[in-house]
């Protein structure tokens, strides 16, 4: 009987696709793999991770990464699902801490939120106390405000009387490393979010989490494998191509399914939705979108090559944050640099050549790396403007949900994002189960 039993369950559980494996789709397919129910996942592309994904290059020993990606404490979603597919997490974790070579440094003061980031403005390096005084003046304003704004409108006008000096070493590399979108465009209320939760919370929220591991092993892969022990599926080099509504169901290529998760990016989303008439409106609204690239550039140097830290900003370069591989994964000699907001016509050996140069200028580096490889990611992310219109995770077809960083979130398109709007899918689907 019991055997029976477990045979009708199977059968009385809703089928469910999810189309894409990145954070958002794996998220979302390991929180109803949790709850019983059996996902199938289609991803296009030959690995997981979606635009966080791991990268194997045939003339590099080492696993990389197509981008670098920077975790806070705050992000509790995300953390608690990379903890429920690990058994030890698989990352450093550091207290508050942004160092600029021949800029800005600050550390978070050993006290209780948020008087640890106050006390840490006043107490920076690299600025005058007229400019410190100022910045911590605005977050205790923001803090009186609860980080609301009656009106949306730019980073660059919530800044007014900032001054430039600060703008430009504090706010700025904060708005582009949080939403990667300028400050005379980004979105003010959006910005104030990411302060809010990362630098008024709990203290730990503030955290820097750096992975140990490569973006696919982060999470994807070992959720992959935690989602097929639950019965669900998994296929890679799977592209859908056509969705369609018929008679309550959702048709990929054909194949019925009675609830669907869409997580693939934006510009491939609005493509799926639009033969569906009642989509066409959703489908509008994600085309509207704009996108801003992001550049690594990697370079390979002798093993002894070693930065004083794990991160380290850089100040009036083209090169914003430089990751030394070596603290974090082992990899000696390995530096990342990122390039957010990428120049709109990348010559991408130019851009190499530029960022070599800004190291050994800054820690005098060898003039030459032993390798080299840039990266971009030319739609990395989506443009966090001011009034931007993001889609909600429901949609005009019951059995369709939406899922990704772009969709309706308090955050920009952050892997917290992503990954709370999976978890926000799947608790749809379950409450309709």
């Known amino acids: 009987m019991a055997g029976l039993d477990t045979q009708l369950n199977m059968r009385a559980r809703p089928s469910i696709a999810v189309i894409g494996g990145g954070y958002a789709g794996m998220a979302a397919a390991l929180t109803l793999a949790e709850h019983g129910m059996a996902p199938s996942v289609f991803e296009a592309g030959h690995t997981l991770g979606g635009r966080a994904r791991a990268l194997s290059l045939p003339d590099h020993p080492m696993a990389l990464d197509n981008g670098q990606h920077l975790l ?245 370069t083209l090169a914003q944050w430089v990751f030394d591989r070596s603290h974090t994964h082992g990899q000696s000699g390995l530096l990342a640099v990122v390039v957010s907001v990428a120049p709109a016509r990348l010559d991408v050996a130019a851009l190499a050549r530029q960022v070599t140069h800004e190291l050994q200028q800054a820690f005098g580096l060898p003039a030459q790396p032993l390798w080299q490889r840039t990266v971009v990611e030319r739609r990395a992310t989506w443009s966090c403007e001011a009034h931007v219109v993001r889609p909600a995770h429901r949609t005009a077809i019951d059995a369709l949900y939406l899922a990704g960083d772009y969709t309706d979130s308090p955050y920009p398109a952050t892997l917290e994002a992503a990954v709370q709007s999976g978890v926000q899918c799947a608790g749809h689907i379950l409450s309709t189960a």
């Not at 799977?238 to 669907?260: C, E, S, T």
């Open 72 to 316: 806070l404490g705050a992000y509790h979603t995300t953390l608690q699902l990379i903890r429920d597919v690990h058994a030890t997490p698989p990352w450093l974790r550091l207290p508050l801490q942004l160092y600029s070579e021949g800029g800005l440094q600050l550390r978070a003061a050993p006290l209780p939120a948020p008087w640890h980031t106050l006390l840490g403005l006043l107490r920076a390096d690299g600025l005058p106390l007229a400019d410190r005084l100022r910045a911590a003046g605005f977050m205790a304003a923001q803090h009186r405000r609860n980080f609301r704004l009656e009106q949306d409108c730019s980073v660059g006008q919530l800044l007014t009387g900032q001054g430039e000096r600060l703008i430009r070493l504090l706010w700025q590399p904060l708005c582009l490393a949080a939403l990667n979108t300028p400050v005379e465009v980004a979105s003010a209320q959006t910005f104030l979010n990411v302060l809010r939760d990362s630098l008024t919370g709990r203290r730990e929220d503030s955290d820097l989490i750096l992975p140990t591991c490569d973006l696919g092993e982060l999470f994807p892969l070992p959720a992959a494998q935690r989602i097929r022990a639950l019965g669900g599926d998994i296929q890679t080099g799977h592209r859908i191509r056509k969705m369609a509504y018929q008679n309550g169901r959702m048709l990929l290529d054909g194949q019925p399914f009675d609830r669907v998760v869409c997580a693939v990016a934006p510009f491939h989303a609005a493509a799926l939705l639009r033969p569906i008439e009642a989509l066409h409106p959703l489908a509008d609204t994600i085309d509207r979108l704009r996108y801003w690239p992001i550049a690594t550039v990697w370079l390979q140097y002798p093993a002894d090559i070693r930065l004083p830290r794990p991160m380290t900003g850089l100040t009036g």
